[in-house]
């Protein structure tokens, strides 16, 4: 999945508002945005050395049980229509595919060749495909995240709805991008393995919190929109390894952002049948995210060491442009053209309300990026990265 920083204005909590975790910081409680139900409060603030922890006020199931029959009553069309954007496995890639092969006699020359060609590649991109690879190895917070939504979820670990399957599914598919980044990223010797390790270990710990408040609306907005942005990620990954002269890596890259694209394809499927069947329901849900915001799913990374690791790599990415706040402002627009929200009628004045927010927002986060930016360039600085032994990158 993917990243990025949109200075105090988007996206991401700052680590100084929604990082309070550990023995060495303190902890503030943000209140997070309301639907239908009350809020819960979450706890554990003082706990020491723990890794780092959302602590706002956590809304939890805001469907209301009619619509959750809704999603229920939706499982034949998901199976015709969203059951068939999974490959079946036999067809599928494996990293394998990609990587040295440990039984052939070439093996050591293949290798040898996979770290001249890592040697050409400069530190920043190795920072930004680490961030890329630690989001994707987080993959057992994702499946959580699905099967938190209300009637989507695999009741049973091995249900037979249509959901559960393609919650599965999904799962199995995505499962091979951290490893095969994993199996390159070792084989490449340009990064501190063990500290990855180490961050992996801490973001899982972690958890997120996307705020879709076991509402598959919100839930399905959620990764259409994430779905987009790994794409986006991963291809730029892809052209930047090209550029560099490794065409192996790019290929890597590449191969991995068109699953998430064939992914994007069916999250946004869903949701556009949830425009046909509920427009006022859905166009205020998609409000409703955005002005949450999208918080990315390793936000609350941590490595044991840097208390802003988040924020110093999507500083990274934004400046390599391998993610980018415009690019933020591309996928919400992209969604509205998607979902046709300018077009929708019929509309309650709340939804109306929600549909002009949300089709007036790229504009609006595009003119807030440009403001960012020039005071990044300002700032710029020097930051060292575990990931790489400590060297330092410009964020
Ligand atoms: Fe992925
Ligand atoms: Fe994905």
Redesign the pocket.
């Given at each position: 999945?993917a990243l990025l920083r949109l200075g105090s204005v988007m996206t991401f909590p700052s680590s100084s508002s929604n990082k309070p975790f550990l023995n060495c910081r303190s902890p503030t409680i943000s209140m997070a945005s309301t639907l239908h139900s009350v809020p819960k409060e979450t706890e554990n603030l003082k706990k020491p050395c723990l890794p780092p922890r959302e602590v706002h006020l956590q809304v939890t199931h805001s469907l209301p049980p009619q619509k959750v029959e809704l999603f229920k009553s939706l499982d034949e069309w998901a199976e015709d229509n969203i059951l068939v954007h999974l490959k079946p496995v036999e067809k599928c890639w494996q990293p394998q595919d990609f990587l040295p092969d440990p039984e052939s006699d070439g093996f050591y020359d293949q290798v040898k060749e996979l770290r001249e060609r890592a040697k050409a590649i400069p530190d920043d991109y190795f920072v930004v495909l680490v961030g890329d690879m630690i989001t994707e190895e987080a993959l057992p917070t994702y499946q959580t995240m699905l099967n938190t939504l209300d009637g989507v979820r695999d009741e049973t670990g091995a249900s037979l709805t249509s959901w559960a399957i393609w919650n599965r599914a999904w799962t199995a598919e995505?499962n091979r991008?951290g490893d095969l980044l994993n199996k390159y990223l070792y084989l490449s010797g340009r990064v501190d393995m063990k500290q990855i390790e180490k961050t992996i270990q801490y973001l899982i710990g972690s958890g997120m919190d996307p705020k879709t408040e076991n509402n598959p609306y919100l839930g399905f907005i959620y990764t259409s929109f994430?779905?987009r942005a790994?794409f986006i990620s991963h291809g730029n990954t892809a052209r930047q390894a090209k550029e560099h002269g490794d065409l192996k890596l790019a290929q890597i890259c590449g191969t991995i952002a068109a699953?998430?694209k064939r992914?994007e394809t069916a999250y946004t499927k869903i949701v556009e049948k949830l425009f046909e069947i509920d427009p006022d329901g859905t166009v205020m849900a998609l409000a409703d995210m955005m002005k949450k915001k999208i918080s990315m799913p390793a936000h609350l990374m941590y490595d044991g060491k840097d208390d802003n690791l988040f924020e110093h790599f999507s500083a990274v990415a934004q400046r390599l442009g391998v993610y980018t706040v415009r690019d933020y402002a591309d996928i919400l627009e992209f969604l509205v053209g998607r979902w046709k929200i300018e077009k929708l009628t019929g509309l309650s004045g709340e939804g109306q309300r929600a549909q002009d927010f949300v089709c007036g927002l790229p504009p609006r986060i595009r003119k807030l990026e440009e403001r960012a930016q020039g005071r990044a360039k300002q700032a710029s600085s020097i930051v060292p990265f575990s990931w790489i032994f400590g060297r330092e990158v410009k964020v």
């Open positions: 999945m995505e991008h994430q779905e790994t699953d998430e992914h």
